[in-house]
């Protein structure tokens, strides 16, 4: 899934966490734990035989994440209401597999254009207080340069550290300038460049399809990362672009 030797996707996280450093390991830098169930749209994609992505619950049947994350080689259950994955008994989660896939017809797999998937659930998930929907941005406005917004994830803290809890972190948007020096495949229509490079804040890889949530509004999602570097700035893609394209396909599914 690595676009060149200077990209990495964001996801995909292998559950079994056995890859060395700079591998498929993912993790939110410079983040912390968050409150149980204050993220309740958060999923966990679980994609058998590939590895994992976040996703966001957008209705009470339908999951937004990255294009990228697909794989047609096994199931993808979803997993809602978790705080620790590994934890069976936790209080209000709900597993629910995927019946439909619709990735954007337009995704390349290497410019990483179009990063974008609707997940169909093969039922309704119960809205519950651990389980709930996130706003999606209207188009109507461009989210500018200085917003702080929140992101997060399931994966490691550190290159050594590994950690099955939901964790989060504060980034803000950033120059679509500074993805365009770092990225040559950096499209500013399309993408939102999020991280200041002076702080050691990110997301990483295994982060992938997770949202980017400004003043409660799911603005973008999570799509690369530079080769093997913690450093911001990041990828992401510019839901607001896709707002057509997401209306005129949920009725579908």
């Not at 207080?129 to 803290?157: D, F, Q, S, Y």
Request: hydrophobic residues 35%; glycine residues 10%.
């Amino acid at each position: 899934m690595a676009l060149t030797m200077q990209l990495f996707v964001l996801g995909m996280l292998p559950w079994a966490f056995l890859l060395p450093p700079g591998g498929w390991a993912g993790r939110i830098i410079g983040g912390r734990e968050t409150r149980p169930h204050s993220r309740p749209y958060m999923a966990y994609l679980d994609i058998a035989g590939k590895g994992s992505c976040g996703g966001f619950l957008i209705r009470e049947d339908v999951v937004l994440t990255a294009a990228h994350c697909n794989s047609n080689r096994g199931n993808i259950t979803v997993l809602l209401g978790a705080q620790d994955v590994t934890n069976q008994r936790e209080r209000g989660r709900q597993k629910i597999l995927v019946r439909r896939r619709i990735p954007h017809p337009g995704y390349n797999t290497e410019t990483l254009e179009n990063d974008i998937m609707l997940l169909k659930l093969r039922h309704k998930a119960t809205l519950t207080r651990e389980v709930g929907l996130v706003r999606l941005t209207t188009g109507k406005h461009r989210v500018l340069p200085g917003t702080v917004c929140n992101v997060a994830g399931w994966g490691r803290t550190s290159l050594n550290t590994r950690t099955n809890t939901l964790r989060e972190v504060n980034l803000s948007v950033v120059s679509n300038r500074l993805c365009q020096k770092r990225y040559r495949i950096y499209v500013p229509s399309t993408m939102l460049c999020v991280g200041d490079p002076h702080y050691p804040k990110s997301t990483y890889k295994g982060d992938s399809g997770g949202p980017l949530v400004c003043r409660g509004v799911a603005e973008g999602i999570a799509s690369f990362v530079a080769y093997n570097s913690i450093a911001p700035p990041v990828g992401f893609t510019r839901i607001s672009r896709f707002v057509p394209w997401i209306k005129a396909n949920m009725p579908k599914i």
